[in-house]
């Protein structure tokens, strides 16, 4: 039998993130963004070992609550802001070699800030590397957004400009059309995936013969700043694409056509607290916003309505204030929704439901859709196909009213 190369995935992860405070741990899309770069790893048929390197034991502990190992913590010199990978992976090969008696035949590196990779990025990576024996490198690149041949160096002085690059065979390739000039490409975190020898030996990250594998650009990300948070989280959400899930399923899309939308009430209608007063009697919050947001959808031709546990007037009385049918005091949810789109015969495929705790999981598992308000529970939102970026009682039902008028699928 050929003996499994031995490919290890390193993901770098220090502390210290100043653009985005914690980043790292920072729930993206449900999970912590370092929970992605972690499933790429242990989720690829070559990878056969996953570590983060990291200075932080909070890190590291998140990094072994999704099954990546994290046998060392890396000195505090290499987590500066000025932290060059090269030493990083240096630590990391010599500890393990010393430690362990342990050298890979083949490193990957998954950098947390590229959570958004093709299914199969990590393999194919690998495999081009195994195969092109002379090869130090294989590093993810994409079609450049911006041409190197329309760029310009300019003089500071005189304000002169001089053209960057040229081209041999077209004397003025900034005037040229895009489609003659070669093309060219920009690198993305992605993947790399590197012979040992060039790290130790040729102390380089990428060696001397470097081979580009060509990316979708559609997964381009680089999460460096909020704006980039806010852009990366939408493309999980709505871009299409099948990439590396540390949900280990595929979140579904909204359904084409939408028969019924349900809320949950204690979380999503209402933010989730509750007022007593000496007589026993309970008021809770709500958003104006989210009642508009109901009527606009309502007027569009969609039915909605309130599904809820809890036995309060309020519930009744603030769905008939919003225009929809509830359904309160209910002690098996699910199985009134089951029954209640059995009755209407409603394709449980075109129905949404809105929750934020736990007794709203098995009602996600009934109907086409699952949402959870931008504060639901850990396990709620890792359940859902979409996580709104309001809260409930503040918004959350009107984002969704708002998206749902936005794509026309009623």
Not at 4 to 33: C, D, H, M, Q, T
Not at 361 to 376: N, R, T
């Amino acid at each position: 039998m050929v003996k499994k190369p031995e490919v290890l995935a390193i993901i770098p992860a220090r502390g210290g993130s100043k653009g985005i405070p914690r980043k790292n741990i920072r729930e993206f899309a449900g999970y912590p963004l370092i929970a992605y770069s972690i499933a790429a790893g242990l989720q690829a048929e070559t990878v056969t070992r996953t570590i983060v390197s990291t200075d932080d034991e909070e890190i590291a502990a998140v990094a072994r609550q999704f099954g990546a190992e994290t046998p060392f913590l890396r000195p505090a010199d290499l987590a500066s802001d000025q932290a060059l990978d090269l030493p990083v992976f240096q630590h990391a090969l010599h500890w393990l070699h010393e430690h362990e008696n342990y050298s890979p035949d083949v490193v990957v590196q998954l950098r947390p800030t590229s959570p958004v990779r093709p299914v199969d990025c990590v393999d194919r990576a690998v495999e081009m590397l195994l195969a092109n024996p002379d090869a130090d490198c294989v590093r993810g690149v994409v079609p450049a957004g911006q041409n190197p041949y329309k760029m310009w160096r300019r003089d500071e002085n005189s304000g002169q400009i001089s053209p960057l690059l040229h081209v041999p065979g077209i004397p003025e390739p900034f005037n040229a059309p895009r489609q003659i000039l070669p093309p060219v490409y920009w690198q993305t975190g992605h993947i790399d995936a590197i012979r040992p020898e060039a790290i130790l030996k040729k102390n380089s990250m990428t060696g001397d013969r470097i081979l580009g594998m060509v990316i979708d650009p559609q997964y381009t990300i680089d999460i460096d700043t909020p704006k980039d948070w806010g852009r990366s989280e939408w493309l999980v959400w709505h871009g299409g694409l099948s990439y590396v899930d540390p949900a280990k399923r595929a979140r579904r899309p909204l359904p084409a056509k939408i028969d019924l939308m349900v809320f949950d009430f204690d979380g999503v209608i209402t933010d989730n607290r509750v007022w007593v007063d000496e007589n026993g009697f309970e008021r809770v919050a709500a958003n104006r916003s989210d009642s508009l947001g109901v009527r606009l959808l309502s007027e569009a031709g969609l039915e909605m309505m309130v599904l809820s546990m809890e036995v309060n007037k309020v519930v009744a009385a603030r769905a008939k204030k919003m225009g929809i049918a509830a359904l309160h005091g209910i002690k098996d949810k699910a199985t009134t929704l089951r029954n209640l789109l059995d009755e209407r015969q409603i394709p449980s495929e075109n129905v949404i439901y809105v929750g934020n705790d736990t007794n709203d999981l098995e009602c996600f598992k009934v109907v086409g859709y699952a949402v959870a308000v931008g504060d639901a529970q850990p396990e709620v939102k890792r359940a859902a196909d979409l996580i709104l970026t309001n809260d409930g009682g503040h918004g959350a039902v009107r984002e969704i009213c708002d998206l749902i008028l936005q794509t026309g699928r009623l």
